[in-house]
């Protein structure tokens, strides 16, 4: 599993009814593809997985991977809280022609390491497809320690990490500790560029709805040696990494998205759309567009 360097952690597009609209899921696809995508995570946390059930989730695996036709990795979001679940979730994901799997930390009922190592580990042997493990101590309530990815990164299908932690020295210790193979991706748009000086693989981006192309650029700058020009690419980008999570994901990144022409309808409850709170975006937005032209 080539995942690249930015993987967009897709949002769900939903009719105004609600429904998943598969009409504008495909539209969605071909703009992420078009505009440097590398690779697609469908049902993680920006698709609003919470509110998805099992039939929605295994239906939209099916259409992605239809509409992709193998152009990029598709990886499945199966991870729940609940291991035998997700060890279903993941066998139907498998069975569809998915490329890969994210499994996030369980949440909610709060393991210890011990319960992570167990819970992943588990799931793993029941899988051929590579996994690509989500630390997100902000959702899940607890925080996959380096040396826990480090000892499951032993297991032969546990091949990568999202890490949302934030913690830049959490980060260093497992790039440290694992082999050559192991990908560590940073889960914070903000942190690209960080995560890239200290020998990280790339992003499971948000922002890349909007700014894929610009997010590109950046890290081939940084990749190419014109560090200086990354450095600037990356505060032009850094105002809106942060408005992007301004409002509870995916509610601005939704929005966004609609200024720049993608309809993917609105969000379901219990979140609530922008309204008229989004006069803070709307500045950084322009600032963005008046800012652009350090990407030319």
């Known amino acids: 599993m080539e995942l690249g360097q930015i993987g967009t952690a897709m949002v769900t597009p939903f009719s105004e009814t609600g429904d998943i609209d598969y009409d504008l899921t495909e539209a969605l696809i071909e703009h992420l593809i078009a505009t440097g995508t590398d ?18 989730k295994s239906n939209l695996f099916k259409y992605a991977i239809e509409i992709v036709k193998k152009r990029i990795p598709v990886v499945a979001g199966t991870g729940t809280f609940n291991t035998a679940e997700t060890v279903k979730l993941t066998k139907q994901a498998e069975a569809l022609g ?43 309530a607890v925080n996959m320690e380096a040396q826990t990815v480090i000892e499951l990164s032993k297991i032969n299908n546990i091949r990568a990490v999202k890490e949302a932690s934030g913690s830049l020295d959490q980060m260093s210790e497992i ?51 014109n560090t200086k020009q990354a450095s600037a690419m990356h505060r032009a980008l850094l105002p809106l990494f942060h408005a992007v999570f301004s409002a509870p994901n995916p509610v ?8 720049i022409g993608i309809d993917t309808g609105g969000v379901r409850m219990p979140l609530t759309d922008f309204g008229k709170d989004s006069t803070a975006f709307d500045s950084v937005w322009k600032q963005f567009k008046d800012h652009q032209l350090v990407f030319h």
């Open 39 to 56: 690779s697609l995570i469908v049902c993680g946390t920006t698709g609003e997985s919470p509110t998805l059930n099992h039939e929605e």
């Open 98 to 140: 998915a490329d890969g799997i994210m499994l996030v930390t369980p949440y909610y009922n709060k393991p210890d390491q011990k319960g992570i190592v167990a819970h992943f580990t588990h799931i793993a042997r029941e899988t051929r497809l590579p996994i690509m493990l989500y630390n997100i101590p902000g959702r899940s």
């Open 175 to 225: 790039i440290t500790g694992t082999d050559e193979g192991f990908k560590m991706y940073s889960g914070d748009d903000a942190l690209t560029l960080p995560v890239l000086s200290i020998g990280g693989d790339g992003v499971i981006s948000v922002a890349s709805h909007v700014v894929g192309a610009e997010m590109q650029q950046m890290i081939n700058a940084f990749k190419s040696g």
């Open 252 to 259: 601005p990144v939704k929005y966004a998205l609609r200024k």
